[in-house]
């Protein structure tokens, strides 16, 4: 079974910075890395889409993070980071890592970390 690992959420107050980290693991299959990426949930809200790194490199950001947040990652050690300078209160949420693995050679799907909470004071 393919385990997903967030760390590094907790509190801070605006305008300051939080590294999240994320680790994808299978500890019986060899496991290919197709993306990862993060999400967040504030509450009341719906899951969005915060940041997104593929095998091949490219990036993807949601408008409200661009310029603040950072997502990078090693394909081979199955990692990936997001970096989060000048934190607004809005990023207030319950951050999800994705993976999009392919397992066997062929068989694709996704898998969810268990979160981590950011918060963001004023």
């Known amino acids: 079974q393919v385990q997903v690992v967030e760390s590094g959420g907790g509190s801070v107050q605006a305008g300051g910075s939080l590294r999240l980290s994320c680790a994808a693991s299978?500890?019986?299959?060899?496991?290919?890395?197709?993306?990862m990426a993060w999400y967040r949930q504030a509450p009341g809200k719906q899951r969005e889409l915060v940041a997104r790194?593929?095998?091949?490199?490219?990036?993807d950001y949601a408008d409200s993070v661009k310029g603040r947040f950072t997502i990078s990652g090693d394909n081979a050690k199955k990692t990936v980071y997001l970096q989060m300078n000048s934190l607004k209160p809005d990023d207030t949420a319950v951050y999800y890592c994705?993976?999009?693995?392919?397992?066997?050679?062929?068989?694709?799907?996704?898998?969810w970390g268990q979160g981590t909470q950011v918060t963001v004071s004023s």
């Open positions: 790194l593929n095998s091949v490199g490219s990036t």
């Open positions: 299978d500890s019986i299959f060899s496991i290919m890395i197709n993306s």
């Open positions: 994705n993976a999009n693995v392919t397992r066997l050679g062929r068989l694709v799907r996704d898998y």
